[in-house]
C-alpha cells in the first residue's frame, strides 16, 4: 500500500509540473462573468484556495514519502506565487478580479499553507487574521466576503454565499490552530462554536452553499468540538457521524462528489482515533475504515489516479441558479492518496504521522 501512495503522489508531482491548469477554475472577463469548467475567451482564472487546501492536507505525511521533497518544492512554487497575490487585507478567489472582494475561506486556507511551508511569518500573518476577527458577529457568524456589512446583500446577490458552515468553521479552526494562546482569539472561535452548533442537524450534520462533499464541514469542526464541547455531546456526535459516514458508504458510486465523500471520510476517522476520548471506541471505526479503503481501491482508475470528483459548486454571478462544478483529477488523485494513507496508518499501526506545525501567534 505505501507503494500505491507513493505512486499516487509521483502522479501528483507530475501533473502539478506540467498541467498548470487542472487545480483552476475559469470564468468570462465580460459583462456576464459565466463561470465555465474549461478555459474560453478572455477568461480569468483562479487556483488559489484550490493549491492551498492540497497543500495543507498534504503537508503531514510529505516527510514520510520519497517524492516529498520534490512535491514540496512544486508546491512551495505555487504558493510563492499566490503570495503575490496579497491585497493587503486578504485574497481573492479569482485574484485578477478587481470586483470581486477577499473573501473569508480563501485568505484562511492560504494563510496556513503560507505558514505550514515557513513562507510567511506568524507575525505577518498575524494582520490579516485580525482583519477576518473583525468581522465575528455577536453570534458567532463569520461574512465569506470581508466588505463592510451595509455592503453584504449586494455583494450576496452577486457572488451568494455570505454565511457559510465551512467557511466558518474553517475561520474557527484557524484562530484554534494559531492563535489559541490569546484568550480574545480563543473566545472567538467559542463563539463560532456555538454558532456552529445552533446550526447543526444529527440526521444531516451541516449544510453549505459551496461545498458538495457532504462531511466536510464535519471534518473542520472536529477539533472545536474537542476544544469546547462536553464529552455528552461528543458521544452524541460520535454515533451520528459514524452513521452519517455509514450512509456515504452506501451512496451511488456515481455520485459526482463520491470519491471525496470517501476520503474527507476517511480524514475523519483518522482526526477521530487520534483523540484519547475515543481510545476505546477504535473496534466502531475498523469496519468503516476498512470499507472505505476498499472502495477507494476499487475506484482509482488504470492509470493510477482517481477521476475528478466535485468538491464544491459556485453559482453564476447572473444567475444564482446556474451552478457550475469545481472538479480536479490532480486534487481527486493527492486527496484519495491521503485517505488511503490515513487509513492504512490508524491506530500507530504503521509509521506515525508528522506532527501538525502549530504556529501560535
Not at 72 to 96: A, C, D, E, N, Q
Amino acid at each position: 500500500m505505501q507503494n500505491l501512495v507513493e505512486n499516487s503522489l509521483q502522479l501528483v508531482y507530475k501533473d502539478m509540473l506540467h498541467q498548470c491548469d487542472d487545480l483552476s477554475q475559469f470564468m468570462q472577463q465580460d459583462g456576464k462573468k459565466i463561470l465555465a469548467k474549461k478555459p474560453i475567451s478572455e477568461t480569468v482564472s483562479g487556483d488559489l484556495f484550490q493549491t492551498a487546501l492540497l497543500s495543507n492536507l498534504l503537508c503531514p505525511i510529505l516527510n514520510i514519502y520519497k517524492i516529498g521533497p520534490d512535491l514540496t518544492y512544486v508546491l512551495m512554487s505555487r504558493l510563492r506565487k499566490i503570495l503575490g497575490h496579497y491585497t493587503g487585507r486578504g485574497w481573492r478567489y479569482f485574484p485578477t478580479v478587481k470586483l470581486m472582494p477577499e473573501d473569508s475561506d480563501t485568505t484562511i486556507e492560504v494563510l496556513r499553507s503560507l505558514l505550514h511551508f515557513n513562507l510567511m511569518s506568524p507575525k505577518d500573518a498575524k494582520f490579516s487574521i485580525n482583519i477576518i476577527a473583525h468581522y465575528v458577529r455577536s453570534d458567532g457568524s463569520v461574512p465569506t466576503w470581508l466588505v463592510p456589512k451595509s455592503a453584504e446583500d449586494e455583494v450576496d446577490k452577486i457572488w451568494t454565499g455570505t454565511y457559510d458552515s465551512a467557511v466558518i468553521a474553517n475561520v474557527g479552526l484557524m484562530f484554534l490552530e494559531y492563535c489559541r494562546y490569546q484568550k480574545i482569539f480563543l473566545k472567538l472561535a467559542e463563539r463560532i462554536t456555538i454558532w456552529l452548533l445552533n446550526q447543526y442537524s444529527s440526521k444531516n450534520g451541516w449544510t453549505s452553499s459551496w461545498y458538495t462533499v457532504k462531511n466536510y464541514v464535519d471534518f473542520r469542526c472536529i477539533e472545536l468540538l474537542f476544544t469546547f464541547c462536553s464529552n455528552e455531546f461528543l458521544e452524541a456526535f460520535f454515533k451520528d457521524i459514524l452513521q452519517r459516514i455509514s450512509n456515504i458508504i452506501k451512496m451511488d458510486k456515481n455520485t459526482n462528489s463520491y470519491g471525496l465523500d470517501l476520503a474527507f471520510c476517511a480524514l475523519i476517522i483518522e482526526k477521530l482515533t487520534m483523540k484519547r476520548f475515543f481510545s476505546k471506541k477504535t473496534n466502531l471505526t475498523n469496519s468503516l475504515a476498512n470499507d472505505i479503503l476498499n472502495i477507494l481501491l476499487d475506484l482509482r482508475t488504470d492509470n493510477g489516479r482517481w477521476q475528478p470528483y466535485t468538491l464544491f459548486s459556485n453559482p453564476s454571478p447572473t444567475n444564482s441558479e446556474c451552478r457550475r462544478e469545481w472538479a480536479s483529477t490532480t486534487f481527486s488523485t493527492a486527496i484519495c492518496a491521503r485517505a488511503v494513507h490515513a487509513l492504512e496508518h490508524l491506530n500507530g499501526e504503521k509509521r506515525s504521522l508528522k506532527d501538525e506545525q502549530k504556529f501560535h501567534i
